[in-house]
DNA sequence: ACCCCACCTTACCGCTCGGTACAAAAAATG
DNA sequence: CATTTTTTGTACCGAGCGGTAAGGTGGGGT
């Protein structure tokens, strides 16, 4: 019953997260039905009766990946939300998904979006799958925004959810923007940009928007 | 010589245009790659040698089927660069598009972006196809914005580029928020948002953001 | 009325897909 | 050293892929 150090039989030839962190960066690169188990296989070093016997199915394996992603690539959110300042958040929040978005040593862009926006309908679960983890990502934004306005560090009028969603769609914008070769430092003046929206809703001349 | 008005032999038991918007939707909601001959077929109400005859291959298709998605769900951004001033220039391209985004009678988000941002390799020339379309907008919408400076309607140091960049990026989010199922009202709550840097920027306080 | 020719239908092509059966190989156990 | 247990390599499976050949079908032109 015991799981994960089985003792008898022929050792695994591979470690399951270095062969995991070549799934990803094969997902990442051409989407989860753009990867066949041929390219899978290949990037990874093993081959396919190792690969499901390790991880089950190419959905699963996909799964795995997205996890693996996200603790890996994506830690740098968790880190932001830490920050004293709603302010900080954000920036630091785009700032090191540019960062993140336009590194080199791995495919530009990100896993979320590009492992499959739209997938055929057999493969509908993939895309929920990918849409249900950027949603946490973007609730756990607005948790920490909405502790903001309570402690008076946004105005009240602010909707925590509203400014939680626009980051998170300027942020996607980016990955699309770094899939199709955009640069760090295009995307950075796109970043300065988004926080002038911010600094004007954190009080200093809110409501200075012409719309009605 | 005279092409388009074939006369002789058995006249199409289709329009062409109809089957092609058939084909739009098809594409626009489950991506090249997740879209099979198939289901083509099905949704376009005609068998394989007639989708052959009439367009070439499945890329051939689908070039039209974007270019015809061009013309008729994104006019939108051409007439807001009509519009007289760079904020409405913005306001509108963005708002207008977030009304198309989640339109009830098509597939929500967008063909650009859906149709495969990230593809196998062998297809990788339908994502450099789409992101050429999308780079075609942006560079429409910068210079428009340059004109803007030029007129005196931004001030001189604002960036047409980065801010066109921008504008784009809040697009491209808003589609994947969208294709995710994010209603209309809560896409323009972040138009709101994004329209506030732009009035940032458009001189009332230019320079609030504290990002050196 | 005839013929012609493009279109539609059916059936099929080679290929690759995701997934698996089976036996050789390799380390721990006795 | 024989046995056991697990992994490995090879070779294969049915299904679906994108794309096509060939003949029946039907609305023109003359």
Same mark, same amino acid.
């Given at each position: 019953?015991?799981?994960?150090?089985?003792? @008898?039989?022929?050792?695994?030839?591979?470690?399951?997260?270095?062969?995991?962190?070549?799934?990803?960066?094969?997902?990442?690169? !051409?989407?989860?039905?753009?990867?066949?188990?041929?390219?899978?296989?290949?990037?990874?070093?093993?081959?396919?009766?190792?690969?499901?016997?390790?991880?089950?199915?190419?959905?699963?394996?996909?799964?795995? =990946?997205?996890?693996?992603?996200?603790?890996?690539?994506?830690?740098?959110?968790? @880190?932001?939300?830490?920050?004293?300042?709603?302010?900080?958040?954000?920036?630091?929040?785009?700032?090191?998904?540019?960062?993140?978005?336009?590194?080199?040593? !791995?495919?530009?862009?990100?896993?979320?979006?590009?492992?499959?926006?739209?997938?055929?309908?057999?493969?509908?679960?993939?895309?929920?799958?990918?849409? =249900?983890?950027?949603?946490?990502?973007?609730?756990?934004?607005?948790?920490?925004?909405?502790?903001?306005?309570?402690?008076?560090?946004?105005?009240? !009028?602010?909707?925590?959810?509203?400014?939680?969603?626009?980051?998170?769609?300027?942020?996607?914008?980016?990955? @699309?923007?770094?899939?199709?070769?955009?640069?760090?430092?295009?995307?950075?003046?796109?970043?300065?940009?988004?926080?002038?929206?911010?600094?004007?809703?954190?009080?200093?001349?809110?409501?200075?928007?012409?719309?009605?």
């Amino acid at each position: 019953m015991d799981e994960g150090t089985a003792s @008898v039989g022929r050792p695994r030839a591979f470690d399951e997260e270095t062969v995991l962190d070549r799934a990803v960066e094969v997902f990442w690169r !051409h989407g989860y039905e753009g990867t066949s188990l041929s390219a899978l296989t290949g990037a990874m070093g093993i081959n396919r009766p190792s690969l499901y016997a390790t991880f089950g199915s190419k959905e699963e394996l996909f799964r795995r =990946a997205f996890a693996r992603y996200r603790e890996t690539r994506v830690a740098y959110a968790a @880190v932001a939300l830490e920050l004293p300042t709603a302010y900080a958040v954000i920036e630091e929040h785009l700032r090191s998904a540019v960062d993140a978005l336009t590194a080199g040593d !791995h495919p530009p862009g990100c896993l979320s979006i590009q492992g499959g926006l739209a997938c055929s309908p057999e493969n509908a679960r993939v895309s929920e799958f990918l849409a =249900a983890g950027r949603a946490a990502g973007e609730e756990a934004l607005e948790r920490r925004l909405a502790r903001a306005v309570q402690e008076g560090d946004l105005p009240p !009028h602010v909707d925590p959810r509203a400014l939680a969603r626009f980051v998170m769609a300027v942020g996607e914008g980016h990955a @699309v923007h770094a899939a199709a070769g955009a640069t760090r430092e295009e995307l950075h003046a796109s970043v300065d940009i988004a926080l002038q929206a911010v600094a004007a809703m954190s009080g200093r001349t809110a409501g200075a928007a012409g719309a009605s």
